[in-house]
């Protein structure tokens, strides 16, 4: 049982350049999120995926887009990867409505923009 | 704006000894509250959720309790392992139909 899956776990960027961090759940969860986890700022959303088809903005949502491509999967892309992007983004998904259940997230993925 | 504190940053206790982990929140028109341990390169994993209408859960040698009135839950573990070394945040679902995250207790038991 896989759970939730981000790849890639680490990646390295140059101010500018674009990128697009996958994420899948084989749960048949509703509800899908995004989050950063920065030292000292602890974990803030990005955006977040009620259910498919839909997303929604979170805490932290500029410079970053997101997709919902089916109830498996939601990607957030950064189209010009700036350095206070640096940081560990997971993913997390729960079964019914936002919150109700508990949150399932990925190992993260580390990201360096230099 | 829902604020979450965790105190204390860090916690260091010798195997076999019980021990409580706090947590407090500032709005206490809460939907639930969930705890979740961390391990060093790892996601989060979670270990209990509790409704606003609970007063407390418990899974194994893990017990939460929540106090709403109070803006206080604790996350009691009992007869603590070197395995159970790791990061506990809470966190709080409210009003604004967000998660918010404290910053975590960093829990170290020592064989």
């Known amino acids: 049982n896989a759970g939730v899956t981000q790849t890639p776990k680490f990646q390295v960027l140059k101010t500018g350049q674009s990128m697009t961090l996958q994420c899948a759940q084989d749960?048949?969860?509703?509800?899908m999120y995004w989050y950063r986890q920065d030292p000292g700022m602890g974990l803030r959303l990005i955006y977040y995926?009620?259910?498919?088809?839909?997303?929604d903005k979170g805490e932290v949502p500029n410079g970053y887009n997101v997709s919902r491509l089916n109830k498996r999967e939601f990607s957030l892309r950064l189209e010009s990867a700036a350095p206070s992007q640096t940081s560990v983004y997971f993913c997390?998904?729960?079964?019914?409505?936002?919150?109700?259940?508990?949150?399932?997230f990925g190992n993260g993925t580390r990201l360096t923009v230099t | 704006k829902q604020e979450v504190t965790q105190i204390p940053a860090a916690l260091s206790v010798p195997e076999g000894e019980n021990l409580v982990l706090n947590c407090s929140f500032t709005?206490?028109?809460?939907?639930?509250l969930q705890w979740f341990r961390q391990d060093p390169g790892k996601g989060l994993t979670s270990l209990l959720l509790?409704?606003?209408?609970?007063r407390e859960q418990t899974s194994g040698r893990l017990n939460a309790s929540l106090d709403k009135s109070s803006g206080r839950s604790t996350l009691y573990i009992a007869a603590s392992q070197p395995g159970d070394s790791a990061t506990y945040l809470c966190?709080?679902?409210?009003?604004?139909?967000?998660?918010?995250f404290g910053s975590g207790t960093q829990l170290t038991v020592l064989p």
């Open positions: 749960m048949n969860h509703n509800s």
């Open positions: 509790i409704q606003s209408s609970q």
């Open positions: 709005d206490s028109a809460i939907y639930n």
């Open positions: 966190a709080v679902s409210g009003s604004a139909r967000q998660l918010t």
């Open positions: 997390a998904s729960s079964a019914g409505q936002l919150y109700n259940s508990p949150l399932h």
């Open positions: 995926s009620a259910s498919e088809g839909t997303t």
